[in-house]
Every structure is written in structure tokens, then in C-alpha cells.
């Protein structure tokens, strides 16, 4: 009667009696064993256990009852065979019942299919992503196996995140933007301009795929918009950063920022500045935008902007998050300015912060200071610890081995250009530093195939196409040397490398006797570079030669005014400064004029240095209490 309760119950106790009605030798004490077993399987069954553990301890149960009571006919391993089968495609819980049955509908369903032909082996790219082809899922998201191949979607990918209705996992969106931005990293170093084009393109396809699990992502956006840029598509640029901020609602600093920096590279600079603005506003703290929008006032001659605009972006952005660019350029503006003590505290303060200390644009611009001051042991040791940070830094092996060359050592110099440009050999800097010192060496054979390389690598370098025309001319060979300079200036007449190429074009006429086309040349130089004084003065000097004294004071004049109107320009301090620096500006203006400079006082000498001292001091606690080094 116990055997026919749990026969009617579950498939389990029709197993079970089976197993009893086969063994009807068996003794009392079996049959009691073998019903206890049917009741542990009905109990099982009627709350649905269904892991492999828990089949694996009923049919050990009844193997010890089976063994105990001799029964171990073919029924009884088909009695195990069942109840591990009917276990397995059970429900873990009364939620999944549903999904159980399709599962088990869909696995009755492949087996058919695969029974009735001859289909493909299950291989791993059977079985990987096949989006686009093969057997589609059905309704309920599981995979049917078929010749097609597999359309299985990948755990946290978009298109599985938009079927289960979860959102995708965010590593595999970074994964996607990390291959994406080193693909249009190593289009930046591609010999060919085909293979450039070819990896950006690329490059653009993997962004637009990370770009489908987070539209609000600004990463894509920005990774995109720097690739057209690169290709100079600033149209497509603009909608794909305008895209971007519709996307993020305004509220992404990053992409605010690029397309400041692309209107700036378009010669818009109100809608820069406006656009640095919205960067600053959407995140006080994004140091790039600080450092951006401090460049652009820099290059505008804003001198003062700018040394304020890096001062807020040192103060506001977190310690922890410091930005060596900022404390970089303050100590370069500080240098450029004649500031040395300023501007060694500031590069000091930078390598003190976790990103400074790995800047080698710090450590260069340190050594370049200390090399200028005449400290040669200090600015080596600086600019070994920049190669240590960056071994492949071609600024460090530019400005050392450019550095060790003055100084006489030929042998040093070339070594360090030479590992410089073994390490970057699409650098077209380096390859001409090379080339003038071999030039300089009297290696004129050599000097040309480095100059040539150079001009390969970057047509449009212009102090390349100068440095081989003096070399040549310095070798005599001057027809060839004319050609160059004439090369180099069809590259970009109005950029300011062109000034140099005019000036040095027009000192080979006037020594040619060509006086007519050497004024010519001075004429375009100054129209380029108006506040070059060296053009001035140079063709002051030819007129002087040639006898017109009344034009030598007229272009003198007109030198003055320029130096005037760029010295205005470029106050970097408060007006007070200004006025504290003008004994300088006035001796500059004298030595021009052919004037006798007026002889300074102890007393504004005292004063002047007084206030330099005091100025130094308040910069220095805008960004940080430092002991001032008296040197």
C-alpha cells in the first residue's frame, strides 16, 4: 500500500515500485529498507530539492537498501538513471517552474534537431558571439544551437543587459574605451598615412561601441571628437561634442573642455573662453580645464590671466588629484619671465605631488632652468631623473644632448640624439638637432640624408627646411641652399618659423650683393614676426651699410613702438610691476634708439629688488608657504 501512495504521488515512487515489484525473493527487513527509501524520494519530490547533492544522497540510500536486500537487477540502475535525469532539469525554487519547462522544452527541441541531421560540433566559435547570422534565440532568450552558429549574447554586454532589462557591466564599457583609446594612441606612431587613417577610423568604430552601453558617458564622446580633430574634420567634431553635452546634460567638464580646446585650434577664442567657463562651472576641480583655459590667455599674451587662472586651478583642485601641468606651467611662465627663484619653487612644489614626480616634462624644465643658471651637475642629475620616470622622452634627449652640445662635448651630445631618435624615430625635432651638430662637425654627407629624413617625416616643419639651408650655406653651396629657404617658406608663409626663414634668406642676399631682394625679405620677415627685434635691427644695420641713414632711425622707430606695444602686452604682474620693471624696458628701448641709457640709483636698484622680493613672496603663499632661498 506504501508503495502505491508514491506511485500515484511522483515518477519517483513508480521508480521505486518497480525497484520492489522486481525483487520478490527479498525479506522483510529489505522491504522495510526499500520503503523507507521511497519515502525519502517522495518527500524529495514533493519539495522539489533538486540539486545533484541531494539526488547523489537518495540514490546512495537506495543502493544501501538494494544491497542490503541482494536486489541488483538492470532496473535498479535504471531507477538511478531517471532520478538524476528528473532532478537535474528541476527548479531551484516555485519562481523558475516557468523558466524550468522552457529550458527543458528548448534542450527537447535541440536534441531533435541535432538527431535529424548531421549538424556543426559544438567549437568554441560555435558557441561565441554571432550577432549578425545563425540560428536566432527563441522567445524566451535561450540559445538553439544550429548550422547558423550560435546567436548566444555576452554576460554584461549591451545587447544582453537590453534583453534581461539589468544594466550592462560598466568593465566592459572601460574595457572597450581602454583598446579603443590605444588603437588611436598607436595611430599616432603609424609610418604610413594609409595604416594612420586606417587604425583612427578604427579607433572612431570602437568608441561608437562603447559608446552603446552609456549614451551619458562623456568618454566616447571625447575620444571621438580628439580623433576628427587630429584629421582636422572640425565640422563632425563639433556635432559629436554638441552631442555630447545634449547626452550628458551639461553637466561633463570633459567634453566642455574639448571643444574649448577645438574652437581655440580654429581660432575662436570667445567661444574657448566660454567654453573653458561651462568647464570650470560643471566641476570646479577638473584641473585640465584650469590649465586650458590658463594656456589660452598665455598664447593671447594675457599674461596676468593667465598666472591667475593657474594659481585658482592649483588652490582648487585636490591635493591628491594635483595636476603637474599647472604646477609646469606656472614655473615655465615664471621662467620665461626672468623669475629663476619663483619658478624653482614651483617645480619643487610640483614634483612634491604624486603626478609631478612622474612629469618629465617637470624634471626637464627644472634641468633646463639649472643648466641656464650654470648648475651642470645639478641639471644632469635633473634630467637623469626625468629619462628615469620617461626613458623614451624625447623633450629630456632634445634638450640634454642640445644642452651638452654647447658646452662643447660633441661625443656626449651625439650619443644622447642618437638613442633619442633610435627610441623616437618619427621625431623630426631630434632628427635635425642630430643633423645641425653633424652638419656643425663637418659630417655634411651625413648631415643631408638626416636633414632629408626629417623633411619626409614632417614637410610642413619649417625650422628644419632652415637648419639644412644654413648648413648648406655654410658649405658654399648656395643656389641649393636658396632653394631650400624658398621651400621652407611655401610651407606656411604667415607662421612665425617663416619669419626666421626670411631673416636668414635675406642675410644670404645682402652678403650676395642682392640688396633690393634682401630688403624684400626683411620687409616680410617684420610682417610675420613684428616683434622680433633681431629683423629689426638686422635691417637697420643693411640700410646703415648702405649708406641711408634717415631709413635706418624710421625702421628703429618702428622697432621701438613694437617693443613697446609687446612689452604692455605681455605684463604678467600688477600694473605696479609694471612700472617697478620699466628701468629695463627703457635701457632695451635706448640700446635700440642708439641712445645713452639713463644710470639707475642705488636707492631704485634697493627699492626695485625690495619689491621683486615682496612679490615673490605673496605669489609664493597663493599656492603654498615655502622659505625663500636667498641666492
Not at 556543426?120 to 535561450?142: H, I
Not at 551619458?216 to 561634442?241: E, N, P
Request: aromatic letters at 6%; hydrophobic letters at 40%.
Amino acid at each position: 500500500s506504501l508503495a502505491r501512495v508514491t506511485a500515484t504521488s511522483t515518477p519517483h515512487g513508480a521508480c521505486a515500485r518497480a525497484g520492489v515489484a522486481s525483487s520478490s525473493a527479498s525479506t522483510t527487513h529489505s522491504m522495510r529498507s526499500a520503503s523507507r527509501c521511497a519515502m525519502r524520494a517522495s518527500g524529495a519530490a514533493s519539495l522539489q530539492c533538486v540539486g545533484l547533492r541531494d539526488a547523489r544522497d537518495d540514490s546512495s540510500a537506495l543502493k544501501r537498501g538494494m544491497r542490503r536486500s541482494g536486489v541488483r537487477s538492470t532496473v535498479f540502475r535504471r531507477t538511478l538513471a531517471t532520478r538524476a535525469a528528473s532532478s537535474a532539469s528541476m527548479s531551484f525554487d516555485d519562481d523558475e517552474e516557468l523558466g524550468s519547462k522552457e529550458i527543458g522544452s528548448a534542450r527537447r527541441d535541440a536534441s531533435a534537431s541535432t538527431s535529424a541531421a548531421s549538424s556543426e560540433p559544438l567549437t568554441y566559435e560555435n558557441a561565441v558571439l554571432n550577432r549578425k547570422g545563425g540560428s536566432p534565440a527563441n522567445d524566451s532568450g535561450t540559445l538553439a544551437l544550429g548550422k547558423g552558429g550560435s546567436t548566444m549574447k555576452m554576460l554584461g554586454s549591451a545587447e544582453e543587459g537590453a534583453a534581461t532589462g539589468s544594466a550592462p557591466l560598466r568593465i566592459n564599457q572601460d574595457l572597450k574605451l581602454w583598446r579603443a583609446r590605444e588603437m588611436r594612441n598607436k595611430a599616432a606612431h603609424a609610418r604610413s598615412k594609409e595604416e594612420r587613417l586606417a587604425m583612427r577610423l578604427e579607433a572612431i568604430s570602437m568608441f561608437e561601441k562603447a559608446m552603446e552601453y552609456d549614451p551619458t558617458d562623456g568618454r566616447a564622446y571625447c575620444g571621438i571628437g580628439q580623433i576628427l580633430t587630429q584629421m582636422r574634420r572640425l565640422d563632425d567634431a563639433r556635432k559629436v561634442y554638441q552631442d555630447g553635452c545634449d547626452a550628458t546634460g551639461g553637466d561633463n567638464a570633459y567634453i566642455w573642455q574639448a571643444f574649448a580646446v577645438l574652437e581655440e585650434k580654429a581660432g575662436n577664442i570667445a567661444k574657448a573662453r566660454k567654453y573653458y567657463d561651462a568647464a570650470t562651472a560643471a566641476d570646479k576641480t577638473h584641473a585640465a580645464a584650469w590649465h586650458g583655459w590658463g594656456t589660452l590667455e598665455k598664447n593671447q599674451g594675457n599674461y596676468q590671466r593667465a598666472r591667475e587662472l593657474y594659481l585658482k586651478g592649483v588652490r582648487l583642485v585636490p591635493l591628491q588629484d594635483a595636476s603637474a601641468h599647472l604646477y609646469h606651467s606656472l614655473g615655465v611662465m615664471a621662467f620665461e619671465r626672468g623669475r629663476t627663484t619663483e619658478a624653482r619653487e614651483h617645480f619643487k612644489q610640483g614634483v612634491r605631488t604624486a603626478a609631478g614626480a612622474q612629469s618629465a616634462a617637470i624634471w626637464q624644465s627644472w634641468g633646463i632652468l639649472e643648466a641656464q643658471v650654470g648648475d651642470e651637475e645639478q641639471a644632469r642629475k635633473l634630467f637623469q631623473k626625468g629619462l628615469v620616470v620617461c626613458p623614451k622622452s624625447k623633450y629630456i634627449w632634445l634638450a640634454w644632448g642640445v644642452w651638452e652640445a654647447k658646452l662643447g662635448y660633441i661625443e656626449r651630445a651625439r650619443e644622447l640624439l642618437s638613442k633619442g631618435c633610435k627610441l623616437n624615430p618619427m621625431d623630426t625635432y631630434l632628427l635635425q638637432a642630430l643633423a645641425k651638430l653633424e652638419a656643425e662637425s663637418g659630417n655634411i654627407g651625413l648631415a643631408r640624408k638626416l636633414f632629408e629624413q626629417g623633411t619626409v617625416l614632417d614637410s610642413r616643419h619649417q625650422p628644419n627646411w632652415n637648419a639644412w639651408a644654413l648648413a648648406e650655406w655654410r658649405a658654399g653651396e648656395i643656389d641649393r641652399a636658396r632653394n631650400l629657404f624658398q621651400r621652407g617658406v611655401w610651407v606656411d608663409p604667415k607662421k612665425k618659423d617663416a619669419a626666421k626663414l626670411f631673416h636668414a634668406w635675406g642675410v644670404l642676399e645682402e652678403r650676395e650683393g642682392n640688396i633690393s631682394l634682401a630688403r624684400q625679405l626683411y620687409k616680410c620677415a617684420v610682417k610675420v614676426d613684428p616683434g622680433s627685434e633681431r629683423i629689426w635691427l638686422t635691417w637697420a644695420a643693411m640700410e646703415d651699410k648702405q649708406g641711408d641713414e634717415m631709413r635706418a632711425i624710421e625702421i628703429r622707430n618702428m622697432c621701438a613702438q613694437q617693443l613697446a606695444e609687446v612689452s604692455v602686452g605681455n605684463t604678467d604682474l600688477s600694473p605696479v610691476a609694471a612700472f617697478g620693471n620699466m628701468g629695463g624696458m627703457l635701457k632695451q628701448l635706448a640700446s635700440v634708439l642708439g641712445l645713452d641709457a639713463p644710470a639707475d640709483s642705488a636707492d631704485d636698484e634697493e627699492e626695485v629688488e625690495a619689491f621683486d622680493q615682496k612679490e615673490l613672496t605673496n605669489a609664493e603663499l597663493m599656492y603654498g608657504e615655502f622659505a625663500i632661498k636667498e641666492e
